[in-house]
């Protein structure tokens, strides 16, 4: 029996969501922080990172944070995306509670709904540009040959198409974030977090994959946090925030 296509252009193209209404009708922010707290303890004693942070961010924003090395930056995104727990306080990520949930929840809150892009791009180099991007679809149960076409989807859709058979090691630096890139979407996340997405990259290879950041927050219907020191890069998104002593405040405003 002949099986059917996997449904691909689905899964690539799905168009904008639109945001959660408030009780007066007002679109809810996708990410809500109220009173954050951030301590660890460490062997010098313990290090307050954050000390009652409010943010909100409205579905479809594209959100720059900048702020000195250790000012709490990736905290702050690892905390959003469930891979770090708040000390006190209220995170609301896509309509989710982050600190309620127990690891295995955090686990499938992050591969449904968060698309994650370190500065470093983290593929299993001993896979292919196809199989690493596949690899959250097999992760959640999806059959190998759908996976396998949805990730062809996406390698086209970072302009890739021709490099899906190549290993990590065989791509330039900016290809192989953009092969990140894909595997962070592949899953059709609403909330890309990015930490430093071109920071090991020159600058041609960092303003690509930037153009390909922003097209594909829009194509997607995405709310994207990056992370970055690129003050050009920060001011082409619809919002800047430093972070600094625990607080955030407007680019503009500094
Ligand atoms: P940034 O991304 O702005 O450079 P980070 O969020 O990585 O800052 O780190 C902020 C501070 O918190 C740093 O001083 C770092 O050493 C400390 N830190 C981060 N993670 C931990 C941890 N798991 N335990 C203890 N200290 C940590």
Known sequence: MTQPSPT????????????????????????????????????????????????????????????????????????????????????????TDVAALTPKQAAAFRNREIGYVWQFHYLLPEFTALENVAMPLLARGQMKREALAIAANWLRQVGLEDRGGHRPGELSGGEQQRVALARALVNNPKILLADEPTGDLDE?????????????????????????????????????????SGRLSPLAAI
Do not use: W
């Open 204 to 244: 041609t290879s960092a303003g690509r994959v930037f153009d390909l950041v922003e097209r594909l927050h829009a194509s997607h219907g995405l709310t994207s946090i990056l992370v970055t020191h690129n003050m050009e890069l920060a001011a082409r998104c619809t919002r800047a925030l430093r972070l600094e």
């Open 8 to 95: 691909v252009a689905s899964q690539a193209t799905r168009p904008a969501r639109g945001p959660e209404l408030r009780l007066d009708g007002s679109p809810a922010p996708i990410i809500q922080i109220l009173g954050l707290e951030k301590t660890y303890q460490t062997a010098r004693g313990a290090l307050t990172l954050f000390r009652g942070l409010n943010l909100e961010i409205e579905t479809g924003a594209m959100v720059a944070i900048v702020g000195q090395s250790g000012a709490g930056k990736s905290t702050l995104l690892h905390i959003l995306g469930a891979l770090d727990a708040p000390s006190s306080g209220k995170v609301i990520c896509a309509s």
